[in-house]
């Protein structure tokens, strides 16, 4: 089957001014782009015409930050990505992945995943290939690029053990980091504010980022500290990845409170001098695990996490963790966290998710407003919290300036990531994030051109990544495409997070629709797991 695009104002992912012109697609596959394409097309044998006048068509564009690990597995999934023109979701991120897990630990790995559990009854795999072969078995909405995350390495064999992991353990992480390579993994992710990773030793650390540069893939990292040590963390994994020359991208790059605001600047001088890459997002508020808040050195010392949480219900724990939430107890050495009540107020901190239905009244309450209703310490309602819910709390904390956002977007390293979290009432990057970038700093605030936009969204992701023939509309790659006009912007807000946005008319995923004259087709799952080759 053809599909000839004609009349599209084409956006082609090369930062080259927009120009008018027509696309043909034959099957899934760019096959010309010119001014204008005489090409016989047979509508009677299912070829199609579209008239794209008044249209941008860009690339799919290519979310270098997610969590949908398992939305592939529930129907309709991906919608709130796919209706903002997102057709390829890079996973396993953070230091979370679904694989590898055996059988025998994966009840208790689900139960805890900050990125909340899969629908799936029963998880028909243990190690990366047999996960991505379920994917691919079941079908998928979009494209997907994996990644293998180290929490879930270290997991899988040592569970949430409060320790460094021996040298016999080291060896068998290292096996199974190869193994996930075999598979076709492109990387591997860092999440070090996060149990088990926070108790890594820097050896366990450097086995990774050499297995990794070896095998020519990256490390996505979620820093130690993205606040008041953010320049120390970047340092060290600079440090790390730059002896075994590795490649290192920063994901959803912030620097966290007021007064550590001024840092971007110095910390985009140092991605640019050591050749890094990063990604983020066009809010000023993000969205992790309540547990988090937290101090690691807490959380050591205990033969599971469980039994380090319900620790903090202990008088002299709330007693020392007021303390330290004020800034008033000295922290160890050498022990980077970002204090997030200390750093933002308890004001600043919303609960947006929890498991048990007598704690959904808090839902969309700061911990403040919470602590006033109920005539008790804020520490105390964040303490009582996170015990009730075994840790399975999730938040929105409102952290950074809107003009760190423009820094930050129009820097030549940047790219853009959701950092996707479903689960109780969102974060509204869930489905705004690509349409709100072009709404607010394209079209209304003119920011950033729409050309320059659309190629850190689309060929500067592929590139880094080294997705063969995705991010450009040139003859040869794979046909993902986006049509959007100048009406394109989210509709999503805290109050009503998942909203698809107006102004966009179709997505195509491997030649296929996805999304027809704004209607989200269900029945099509023509997308593929992109192996690294």
Known sequence: MKILIRNASI??????????????????????????????????????????????????????????????????????????????????????????????????????????????????????????????????????????????????????????????????????????????????????????????????????????????????????????????????????????????????????????????????????????????YPYTAGSTSLLSIFPPFMLGGYSTTEQA???????????????????????????????????????????VSTEKPENQKYIGKNILEIAREESKDPTDVAIDLIVAEHGKVRMIDYHSSEESIIEKLRHKSGMIGTDTLYGGKPHPRVSGTYPRLFKQYVFDKQVISIEELVEQMTARPAKTLGLPNRGLILPGYKADLVFFDRTFADCSTYQNPIADPIGLRNVMINGKFKVKDGEYMSEIRSGEVIRKQ
Not at 225 to 244: G, H, P, R, Y
């Open 309 to 351: 949480i319900q620790s903090f219900s202990k008088p002299a724990n709330r007693l020392r963790l007021k303390n330290i939430f004020l800034g008033t107890e000295p922290l160890p050495k050498g022990a980077p966290w970002d204090n997030l009540p200390n750093l933002l107020g308890w004001e600043n901190i919303i609960i």
């Open 11 to 280: 956006v082609d992912g090369t930062a080259n001014t927009p120009f008018e012109g027509d696309i043909l697609i034959n099957s899934d596959i760019i096959e010309k782009v010119a001014a204008h394409i005489d090409e016989k097309i047979d509508i009677s044998s299912g070829d199609i015409i579209i008239d794209a006048k008044g249209l941008y068509v860009a690339p799919g564009f290519i979310d270098m930050h997610t969590h949908t690990d398992w939305a592939n597995f529930i129907p309709n999934g991906l919608k709130p990505k796919i209706m903002q023109g997102i057709t390829t979701e890079v996973v396993g991120q953070c230091g979370f992945s679904l694989a590898p897990m055996p059988t025998a630990k994966q009840k208790k790995w689900r139960a805890g995943l900050v990125i909340g559990d899969s629908p799936t009854p029963e998880w028909r795999w243990q190690g990366m290939d047999e996960y991505l072969s379920e994917l691919t078995k079941n079908g998928l909405e979009s494209n997907l690029v994996p990644f293998v995350g180290h929490n879930a390495l270290r997991f899988a064999i040592a569970e949430d053990a409060a320790r460094p992991l021996t040298r016999d353990e080291i060896v068998l992480l290292e096996k199974l980091l190869e193994a996930s390579f075999d598979s076709g993994v492109f990387g591997a992710s860092f999440g070090l504010i996060y149990i088990p990773a926070i108790f890594a030793t820097p050896e366990e650390l450097s086995v990774i980022a050499k297995v990794v540069a070896k095998r020519n893939g990256m490390v996505a990292v979620h820093m130690r500290s993205e606040s008041d040590e953010l320049i120390e963390a970047l340092q060290e994994m600079v440090e790390l990845t730059s002896k075994v020359r590795c490649k290192l991208h920063i994901s959803h790059l912030k620097a966290i409170g007021s007064r550590n605001w001024h840092k971007i600047s110095d910390v985009l001088r140092i991605i640019e001098s050591k050749g890094l890459t990063f990604d983020h």
